[in-house]
């Protein structure tokens, strides 16, 4: 008998955290803010379960048990992702970052900046190229 009471002490810790704990807890439901950018928390969960019972012996027309069980969960923002117009950050809640976690969230922006200077670099090729062809076409004019 004592057997069922400790899994129904498992069992009702074990749904609660079940309750707690989803998919949602750990990546926020988005956020759109009036100027269109959309904010996602990112959480980190951290959950602790423990149970345990005794059963004292049996007497006549008595059993003894005692018993218990618990649970805890610790729920901690750790980064935002924020998207505008297509592009996406992710802003850092902890401020004890290493380089690492410093380079990860830079590289978005550093690709960005990379494919807006070869951009820039393509149109100056190209009007260079169209003012060396056009001076070619007016001095043959001048022949």
């Known amino acids: 008998m004592s057997e069922n009471k400790i899994n129904d002490f498992m069992s009702?810790?074990?749904?609660?955290?079940?309750?707690m704990i989803d998919v949602n807890t750990i990546v926020g439901n988005p956020?759109?803010?009036?100027?269109?950018?959309?904010?996602?928390?990112?959480?980190?969960?951290?959950?602790?379960?423990?149970?345990?019972?005794?059963?004292f012996g049996k007497q006549p027309d008595k059993q003894k048990f005692g018993g218990g069980s618990g649970a805890g969960v610790s729920i901690t923002p750790v980064a935002f992702l924020s998207i505008r117009e297509g592009d996406v950050r992710v802003l850092s809640v902890e401020p004890d970052e290493t380089g690492i976690d410093r380079a990860i969230q830079s590289v978005p922006s550093v690709i960005e900046k990379l494919s807006n200077m070869f951009k820039r670099r393509s149109k100056k090729d190209k009007a260079k190229e169209k003012a060396e062809k056009a001076a070619e076409e007016a001095e043959a004019d001048k022949e």
């Open 31 to 55: 956020v759109t803010t009036p100027d269109g950018t959309t904010i996602i928390p990112i959480s980190k969960v951290c959950f602790g379960f423990a149970s345990g019972g005794s059963d």
């Open 12 to 19: 009702t810790a074990m749904e609660g955290i079940r309750d």
